[in-house]
């Protein structure tokens, strides 16, 4: 059965720091291209970062280079999204999502609110 797990999510003031984190069982992790995106209310869900099934290549939204930093660990199946410098508009539901070459996995969600 596969599953992706998010956890980490929670309430941080404007400024603060978060580690959101992926648990993935069930499939091959090593062999999947993982991802991190987030959907806000009203609003349509966008990838934030991107990172290769070994770890070797990230890409990241503009909006959130600099600030934010996805990696991964194929030993553990677990991949991470360090968020800093947090922002009341990063508000929103944060899924994680495992893409192969023939199926794409999503977890549940996180939430992240940013508020002071």
């Known amino acids: 059965q596969v599953q992706l797990v998010e956890s980490g999510g929670g309430l941080v003031q404007p400024g603060g720091s978060l580690r959101l984190s992926c648990a993935a069982s069930g499939f091959f992790f090593s062999g999947y291209v993982m991802s991190w995106h987030r959907q806000a209310p009203g609003k349509e869900r966008e990838l934030l970062a991107v990172i290769s099934s070994l770890g070797g290549s990230t890409n990241y939204a503009d909006f959130v280079k600099g600030r934010f930093t996805i990696s991964r660990d194929n030993a553990k199946n677990t991949v991470a999204l360090q968020m800093n410098s947090l922002k009341p508009e990063d508000t929103a539901v944060y899924y994680c999502?495992?893409?192969?070459?023939?199926?794409?996995?999503w977890g549940q969600g996180t939430q992240v609110t940013v508020s002071s």
């Open positions: 999502k495992a893409r192969g070459s023939t199926d794409v996995y």
